[in-house]
């Protein structure tokens, strides 16, 4: 039980449009992705749903009952943080058991639940600490264990792991699936992190500038980007994008390809290009190249490649991985 | 890191600042000194430092002629009275304006602090007409409301700057949990505001505790704080250099003692949004 649909939800701050309309259909259980570029409004939709903001108009369904006006604990939500939001004052049970206590529960309840949550979390030898005395990944724990024992109809994230160091981040987004898959109950979750959005994901929002670009699977949205837009949006390094006679050539205003859908040879190919930086990972080399006649691209080629500054190369993209956009950036189907 | 500043500098800084310190304080010191001796010596020139014949008799003869507890405890009642009638207010008021704030919220903080610049004579003849027809001259309840209100710009600015500093998201979780308005404010917001509410308080005690305008132009004796304690030894018996020296220490002694100690936390709580 955890169905959300938002109605033409609009959002004014002043007289500053941030969310124009946003019609969106989340299932029950669904782990949902917003993704976009900072500012295009991705915390104030997930403040909407949460309450935490007010509506300028429209509405939001959550299992067919429309909560616009309804107070944040009214929605049954329940949000972690960015910063953690901890509240510093408290222990970690005191932490977790808060939500609990407002809701008027039995201490017996209480205690059980918590040490439920504290065991799932890995959170039991820290029940009495404060969290000043925790690390980052404890802190987003607490802050989770805090969420889940309200068993809200569905959690929201906003951006919960970008305090925390590469590795630990790894972690957490394991754990987090592995909740999700556990729990099944429905997350909408915010990222700047194409990684999290590709990987956690059933079903990732694009949005720019208020507006939802496309909705769809991960690989849906990277095999069929509906517009320039997500085309370059999702995929990392970005998607190249040329024009001039070899969109022409393929009837179209533009074409795109990956970096990662374009062969590397030192004899011959379609496009010629040299070497400007080399960028050597080990398992894969990222080459920014300056083609002739068409400007800088990007080059994806796993392995090792024995290429440096001035060296002459041809490219050759894979016929079936080339996008094609018209002149409003749409994309086109196949040619 | 390391202190760049010259020692020639900083013996010369130190210096002045023992200076200023001293000139602050000397006063009080000739206060306290004077309450020691007779009338005769307190006016004698030149002035005696240590050598003089210490006695206690003025503040024996100041508790028998004015009940000093009478008046502390009504010094006692109004100070804290008007500050936790004022922190209610207070509170509530910085919590709008810190976390709910409107394109006015820093001219309405403005504007409230102005009222402070005002001299208070501008309003006595009408607050005295109102506290004569209402029955509250020389009552506690009437000087609790005018001191509060007096100070409140005061404490609604501190609280302010204060709650600037408590990330809103940690409020904002208390509402994701069911908290109430007052709950969060309550469970929430306070604990975590507490040296800022404490200064604040401390502050304002000060404050109430030392107000002599409208305690004087307002109460007779019922309600009189030392204040008018003091006050009743410099006019209607000629100067009593000594007798008023010991009335006056005694007034601000209890003050002087709270501020002694609670000096660190005062300091925090004014500079507090400054450093950071
Ligand atoms: N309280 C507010 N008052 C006025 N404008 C706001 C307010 N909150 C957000 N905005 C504006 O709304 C837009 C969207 O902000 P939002 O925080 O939703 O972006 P975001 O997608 O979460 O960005 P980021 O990825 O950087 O977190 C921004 O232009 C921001 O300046
Ligand atoms: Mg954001």
């Known amino acids: ?335 | 890191m390391e202190n760049k500043q010259s020692p020639l500098g900083y013996i010369s800084f130190s210096i002045f600042a023992w200076i200023v310190g001293l000139l602050i304080f000397f006063p009080i010191f000739w206060m306290v000194l004077t309450s020691f001796k007779t009338e005769l010596e307190a006016v004698s020139i030149p002035p005696s430092f240590i050598s003089f014949d210490w006695t206690l008799e003025n503040y024996a003869e100041v508790q028998e002629r004015s009940n000093y507890f009478k008046f502390a405890m009504n010094s006692i009642i109004l100070a804290v009275g008007s500050t936790l009638v004022g922190l209610v207010f207070a509170v509530t008021c910085a919590w709008a304006m810190a976390f709910n704030p409107t394109k006015r919220t820093k001219d309405a903080l403005l504007w409230m602090l102005s009222t402070k610049m005002m001299p208070p004579v501008g309003v006595l003849v009408p607050i005295y007409l109102v506290f004569r027809d209402w029955g509250l001259l020389d009552t506690r309840f009437g000087l609790i409301m005018v001191l509060f209100l007096i100070n409140l710009p005061i404490m609604v600015w501190m609280l302010y700057t204060y709650f600037k500093e408590i990330p809103t998201d940690i409020l904002e979780a208390a509402r994701m949990d069911g908290a109430t308005l007052p709950k969060e404010i309550i469970f929430v917001l306070l604990p975590m505001a507490v040296p800022g509410i404490a200064s604040t308080m401390l502050l304002n005690v000060i404050l109430a505790w030392n107000e002599a305008f409208w305690t004087l132009n307002l109460t007779t004796s019922d309600a009189a704080p030392l204040t008018a304690f003091i006050a009743s030894y410099s006019s209607p018996e000629g100067l009593f250099w000594a007798k008023l020296s010991a009335a006056s220490t005694l007034a601000v002694a209890p003050i002087l003692v709270i501020g002694w100690f609670s000096q660190k936390q005062l300091v925090r709580g004014l500079t507090f949004g400054a450093v950071k």
């Open chain 1, 1 to 335: 039980m955890g169905a959300i649909r938002l109605e033409k939800v609009k959002k004014s701050f002043g007289t500053l449009d941030v969310i124009p309309g946003v019609d969106l259909d989340i299932n029950d259980g669904e782990f949902v992705v917003f993704v976009g570029p900072s500012g295009c409004g991705k915390s104030t939709l997930l403040r909407l749903i949460a309450g935490l903001e007010d509506v300028t108009d429209g509405k939001i369904l959550i299992d067919g009952t429309d909560v616009a006006n309804e107070a944040p604990a009214k929605r049954g939500l329940s949000m972690v943080f960015q910063s953690y939001a901890l509240y510093p004052h408290m222990t970690v049970y005191n932490n977790i058991a808060f939500g609990l206590k407002m809701a008027g529960e039995s201490k017996d309840v209480i205690d059980q639940k918590v040490q439920s949550a504290a065991k799932i979390l890995n959170l039991t030898d820290y029940l009495e600490r404060r969290p000043g005395a925790l690390s980052g990944g404890q802190r987003q724990r607490v802050a989770i264990g805090r969420a889940i024992v309200r068993n809200p109809a569905a959690f929201l994230f906003d951006e919960p792991l970008s305090n925390l160091d590469a590795a630990l981040r790894v972690n957490m987004r394991l754990e987090i699936t592995g909740l999700h898959q556990e729990l099944k109950t429905t997350m909408i979750y915010v990222t700047h992190d194409q990684v999290e959005a590709m990987t956690m994901a059933d079903k990732i929002v694009v949005l720019q500038a208020g507006r939802v670009e496309q909705v769809g699977k991960p690989m849906d949205l990277y095999n069929n980007p509906a517009n320039k837009f997500v085309a370059g949006f999702i995929g990392s390094p970005k998607m190249n994008f040329l024009g001039g006679e070899l969109a022409a050539k393929h009837n179209c205003h533009e074409i795109g390809i990956r970096p990662e859908h374009l062969t590397v040879s030192t004899e011959s190919g379609v496009i010629a290009a040299t070497v400007k930086i080399a960028e050597h990972l080990g398992a894969e080399t990222y080459l920014h190249v300056e083609a002739d006649g068409l400007g800088p691209m990007t080059v994806r080629a796993t392995g090792e490649m024995p290429l440096g500054e001035h060296d002459k190369i041809f490219l050759t993209p894979e016929q079936d991985r080339i996008h094609r956009f018209d002149a409003h950036g749409l994309a086109l189907g196949p040619s």
